[in-house]
């Protein structure tokens, strides 16, 4: 029963990083030819500390030059799983960088990455397996094709519940938006789950990174200094960096931005920051029925607990939880640490997805240590310890759209009818130019339909959902900023042109606004339910709007810029990203 309760509070907190979701295999070695050599260095030759590598040119395509699968760690695997993130090792012959590296391990969900780290069929073949790869610590990065130096740059970290995601998800391509903004992007894996935060006691041994547990906000600062020793190979300036991140990865931005190791880092390593839909609040900060966006260590160090006693009775060493309970008694720390480390990546996922999942321990986020992350980061912004930089925060209007079969917890009953799988189906086949070929009754139960009727409606519920789901956590991130600081812009993103039935089943829902901000509608998820030649000139002149608020806050750390067409006040103001089918229309709350 102990269990039972610390698991189902993890569970709770764990909600508030769901999310949409980023990556493929390790970069080629290439050897050069002596003739090869005498030659002049191509645009896309570039030297980093730990060896030269070679990119792609895009510049005919998409106006830019793009590396991808840039080593900025060694492989945390073996005897460096559950560790912090070390130098990898340095190369001499230039090395390909022009494949995505793996997506890091996970099991597989809605939003990716599939067996070939990619958006494909595979997706809705996958869910719940194991997918990715532990091999994972690379960094992707576009930039114009020109030859300018100095360029703001931009850190992106991908959301997913801390449990998933991949850099190489079409939606998070870096070109679009390197080019309209022209800044020089980087998108950076991490390690997720289990194997990015892990609160294990037999895994601790003095050193306060690697006890901290939290694996993936150490592989995140280890990227940013990458970046800033590196970036200005690629025309970046290491002194004007975007740490940005949406929904998990956006509570990760908000964890990073109270790190001790970021606020003490000198050089500094983030100047501005650029969080969407996350938040980072204990349940003590929030209203009464809020989902806090940071669960208590002890609730870590309990599903560390459940992990390592599934395993055991998996592996066929203990009967039952007493069983394996008195077998972790009797062995030495280091010989259960060497356990953990034996077991594979599938075995551990399996476990999480099969065992875990299902007692609500199956979640994953920041733990506050009380070193990598303060026990509360709240408490420590309105101290003044946390890193002071310009910031622009936003969420969608329907967030809670993304989720409804979390509705129970404003009341209602499950609000999707249809499973994940089906879902998956549904969005990857779909024609949006073709007749409707779904109706609202297929996945939304009748208790919320019509779904504008007043209190009870689908529209109503989600709105609730939103305001305990996202908007308390908002509030109460940036209130505490805004004790110590004036330079905050906050958005809203209202989009919602989408075809029937969809524009009332997902409207402006969480993560929507990700294609706008980086310019692609090409593939992706929730791609073939949206976009149609109707809507195509609104939202394209939108999404150019908001590249180029993004680019003006990344140069100057004020988003206003001539594309908004209006004045945009600091917070508690909204300016509202929207457009008509034909034409953007951008406003001010």
Not at 4 to 25: D, K
Not at 189 to 201: A, S
Not at 523 to 550: C, E, F, H, K, V
Request: proline letters at 8%.
């Amino acid at each position: 029963m102990k269990h039972t309760i610390r698991a189902s509070r993890l569970a709770l907190a764990f909600l508030s990083t769901l999310v949409l979701a980023g990556s493929g295999p390790r970069g080629e070695w290439f050897t050069a030819s002596a003739a090869a050599q005498r030659e002049p260095a191509s645009p896309v030759q570039r030297q980093t500390t730990f060896g030269p590598v070679i990119g792609s040119d895009l510049s005919a395509a998409s106006g830019t030059y793009a590396w991808k699968g840039v080593p900025f760690a060694k492989p945390p695997v073996g005897d460096l799983r559950w560790k912090a993130p070390a130098d990898p090792d340095a190369w001499m012959s230039p090395r390909l960088t022009q494949q995505f590296g793996n997506a890091c391990s996970q099991a597989g969900r809605l939003y990716g990455p599939g067996q070939h780290n990619t958006y494909d069929a595979t997706i809705g073949t996958s869910l719940g397996q194991t997918v990715g790869a532990e091999d994972c610590l690379y960094v992707n990065i576009w930039r114009p094709a020109t030859a300018a130096t100095q360029l703001p740059v931009i850190v992106w970290v991908h959301g997913g519940s801390n449990i998933s995601g991949y850099t190489a998800d079409p939606m998070y391509d870096g070109a679009n938006l390197a080019r309209t903004a022209n800044v020089v992007i980087v998108s950076v894996n991490y390690r997720l789950g289990v194997m990015g935060f892990f609160n294990l006691g037999q895994l601790k041994t003095g050193d306060a990174p690697d006890d901290s547990g939290n694996f993936a906000l150490l592989d995140i600062i280890k990227a940013l200094q990458f970046v800033n020793r590196n970036i200005a190979s690629f025309g970046g300036n290491p002194g004007n960096v975007t740490l940005m991140g949406e929904s998990a990865g956006a509570v990760n931005v908000f964890a990073v931005m109270t790190s001790p190791l970021l606020v003490q880092a000198n050089p500094a390593l983030v100047h501005r920051l650029l969080p969407m839909s996350g938040g980072i609040s204990p349940a003590g900060e929030l209203p009464p029925g809020s989902v806090p966006t940071l669960a208590p260590a002890s609730a870590f160090r309990t599903q560390a607990d459940l992990l390592m006693t599934q395993l055991l009775i998996s592996d066929g060493q203990a009967l039952d939880p007493a069983a394996a309970t008195a077998l972790v008694a009797s062995k030495k720390p280091a010989e259960m640490a060497a356990y953990m480390r034996s077991r594979s990546a599938d075995a551990i996922w399996t476990a999480v997805v099969t065992k875990l999942a299902p007692m609500g321990a199956g979640g994953s986020g920041p733990i506050p240590d009380g070193t990598v992350l303060p026990v509360n980061p709240i408490a420590a912004i309105r101290s003044g310890q946390y890193l002071k930089a310009p910031i622009l925060a936003g969420n969608t209007r329907d967030e809670g759209k993304l989720f409804p079969t979390f509705l129970p917890l404003v009341g209602g009953a499950v609000g999707r009818l249809l499973n994940d799988a089906t879902v998956f189906a549904t969005a990857f086949n779909y024609n949006p130019e073709a007749a409707p070929a779904s109706t609202i009754e297929q996945w939304i139960p009748s208790s919320y339909l019509p779904a504008t009727t007043t209190a009870t409606g689908f529209n109503a519920k989600t709105e609730q959902l939103t305001r305990r789901f996202f908007l308390a956590s908002r509030d109460s991130v940036l209130t505490a900023l805004k004790t110590q600081q004036g330079n905050i812009w906050y958005y809203r993103f209202d989009w919602d042109e989408l075809p029937s039935p969809f524009d009332v089943i997902y409207g402006a829902a969480h993560a929507f606004e990700l294609p706008f901000a980086f310019g692609n509608f090409g593939p992706s998820l929730y791609a073939n339910i949206s976009y149609t030649r109707a809507n195509q000139p609104g939202r394209l002149a939108l999404s150019d709007a908001m590249m180029r608020t993004i680019g003006a806050f990344a140069a100057s750390g004020d988003p206003n810029n001539a594309a908004l067409g209006a004045k945009w006040p600091t917070w508690p103001s909204t300016l509202v990203f929207d457009a008509t089918p034909t034409a953007k229309a951008i406003s001010v709350q």
